[in-house]
């Protein structure tokens, strides 16, 4: 069965960082693109990046703050969050996709997905 596992969510205070990790397993992981995307409560679910072989692209969001990063060999994608603000508190959710749709940026084009982890950010 395919599983992607997360950690590293938690409470930081804004102007932090914060790295979460997602490890992947049952499937060929550098067949797949990794994404990662973020739902606050009453909103819907928010892309904010991907990694495939060609390269990364990240919402205009999150670009200048927000670094993906992923070990082929450790079947892990990292999304490493930088000078946080309270809005960027949210569950955060990492996703796999058959890497057939360039930068996937949309929820049904993803696979397989994370149970997700809380960041809270406070002020």
């Known amino acids: 069965q395919v599983q992607l596992v997360q950690s590293g969510g938690g409470l930081v205070q804004a102007g932090g960082s914060l790295t979460l990790s997602c490890v992947a397993s049952?499937?060929?992981?550098?067949?797949?693109?990794m994404g990662w995307f973020r739902q606050a409560p009453g909103t819907e679910r928010e892309f904010l990046g991907t990694?495939?072989?060609?390269?990364?692209y990240y919402t205009e969001s999150v670009k200048d703050r927000f670094v993906i990063f992923r070990d082929d060999a450790k079947n892990t994608v990292y999304l490493q969050m930088n000078s946080l603000k309270p809005e960027d508190t949210a569950v955060y959710y990492c996703a796999a996709a058959t890497d057939s749709f360039y930068y996937p940026h949309r929820t049904n084009e993803y696979d397989y997905w994370g149970q997700g982890t809380q960041v809270t950010v406070s002020s």
């Open positions: 990694i495939a072989w060609r390269g990364t």
């Open positions: 049952g499937l060929t992981f550098s067949s797949y693109a």
